[in-house]
T-cell receptor
């Protein structure tokens, strides 16, 4: 157990809908990163939040957005869901931006139908 | 941009030694990490190399050569529970951690 918790664990949505995924970071960690992992692939970096500010973004469209709260928990929002958004969404927290070790939550399995 | 290359699959025998290689291309480099992921589980951190050389942690060792943009993960005394996917990941100048596509390790009894 890493201390990083994500909710929900599984979710089924219809194409065109919106979804919000949540992540509670490990105590003392101020940096949260979100990843999308398709089956059989490595985690793809979506974005990172540091002290409530976005601190880097991967190659994902603007309909992927996020927030980090004062307690360093975080949300990932995806608008206008597409079938290809079906994946495991992983949240990882780090002690700080430059820290090398990321602690992952168990992920949210999103299925878009 | 950043990219990492690692073999898609490796097969080894229980009790043996296996090496998983990773080559990377990145704009700015601060270190190479390795993560293990079992089916249905989350990636878990194994090791990190910022400097050239070998880092040993129990049965697992990791090596880095920055001049060759190359690293490897060495697993010794393989156990069936080591069957998993292994990812190399780089931290670049922008502090993002970028993952490779992963190597699926199959262990035969």
């Amino acid at each position: 157990e890493t201390g990083v918790t994500q909710s929900p664990t599984h979710l089924i949505k219809t194409r065109g809908q919106q979804v919000t995924l949540r992540c509670s970071s490990q105590s003392g960690h101020n940096t949260v990163s979100w990843y999308q992992q398709a089956l059989g692939q490595g985690p793809q970096f979506i974005f990172q939040y540091y002290r409530e500010e976005e601190n880097g973004r991967g190659n994902f469209p603007p309909r992927f957005s996020g927030l980090q709260f004062p307690n360093y928990s975080s949300e990932l929002n995806v608008n206008a869901l597409e079938l290809d958004d079906s994946a495991l969404y992983l949240c990882a927290s780090s002690l700080s931006v430059g820290n090398t070790e990321a602690f992952f939550g168990q992920g949210t399995r999103l299925t878009v139908v | 941009g950043q990219s990492l290359e690692q073999p898609s699959e490796v097969t080894a025998v229980e009790g043996a030694i296996v090496q998983i290689n990773c080559t990377y291309q990145t704009s700015g480099f601060y270190g190479l990490s390795w993560y293990q992921q079992h089916d249905g589980g989350a990636p878990t951190f194994l090791s990190y190399n910022a400097l050239d050389g070998l880092e040993e942690t129990g049965r697992f060792s990791s090596f880095l050569s920055r001049s060759d943009s190359y690293g490897y993960l060495l697993l010794q005394e393989l156990q069936m529970k080591d069957s998993a996917s292994y990812f190399c990941a780089v931290r670049g100048r922008d502090d993002k951690i970028i993952f490779g596509k992963g190597t699926r390790l199959h262990i035969l009894p």
